[in-house]
T-cell receptor
């Protein structure tokens, strides 16, 4: 039962353009959502998060949007830079518990 | 600030052999997690400790996997006997406390296991 889904395994974007990564979830108890970034041979690193009481959170070039009715969130990166090339994981938790349920990841490639 | 340390980085064993992975979390972090990441999948939680007590081990295959966190600091994850499907990266993560936090976990670089 995949409670957090990232349906696009890969995405290629031209440098300077906007990258949009999508994530869907099925568990309505999830109330906190996070994005992690992972480079090869490294552990995931926290990127940005959003609480279910908000519909948008912005941090520099990164913005996360949450649509609770659609159980959908997205990560926008603008402008995209070569260093953004990595695998991005969407994750969710509920009830203040830090136990995270991860999606399968989307490999983002920024084309110079 | 030192990050989460894991060892070994790589391990190759034959099926039915045993293996152990070690994790040293960030100093002061009460909560420690072991995740399993199979190629092409997202990390899956195996076990969650707070200090030296187990909070959640519902997804740990207890017939072959065991984990301990003595003195609430370092942790060891053991697999005995290993199966082919255990080939994965084992990620250790830590966080400051359980409940009501931002949910930010700090991950180590992982231990890649190959079972032949």
């Amino acid at each position: 039962d995949q409670q957090v889904k990232q349906n696009s395994p890969s995405l290629s974007v031209q440098e300077g353009r906007i990258s949009i990564l999508n994530c869907d979830y099925t568990n309505s108890m999830f109330d906190y959502f996070l994005w992690y970034k992972k480079y090869p041979a490294e552990g995931p690193t926290f990127l940005i998060s959003i609480s279910s009481i908000k519909d948008k959170n912005e941090d520099g070039r990164f913005t996360v949007f949450l649509n609770k009715s659609a159980k959908h969130l997205s990560l926008h990166i603008v402008p995209s830079q070569p260093g953004d090339s990595a695998v991005y994981f969407c994750a969710a938790s509920s009830g203040g518990n830090e136990k995270l349920t991860f999606g399968t990841g989307t490999r983002l490639t920024i084309i110079p | 600030e030192a990050g989460v340390a894991q060892s070994p980085r790589y391990k190759i064993i034959e099926k039915r052999q045993s293996v152990a992975f070690w994790c040293n979390p960030i100093s002061g972090h009460a909560t420690l997690y072991w995740y399993q990441q199979i190629l092409g999948q997202g990390p899956k939680l195996l076990i969650q400790f707070q200090n030296n007590g187990v909070v959640d081990d519902s997804q740990l295959p207890k017939d072959r996997f065991s984990a301990e966190r003595l003195k609430g600091v370092d942790s060891t994850l053991k697999i005995q006997p290993a199966k082919l499907e255990d080939s994965a990266v084992y990620l250790c993560a830590s966080s400051l406390f359980l409940g009501g936090s931002t949910g930010e976990l700090f991950f180590g670089e992982g231990s890649r296991l190959t079972v032949l």
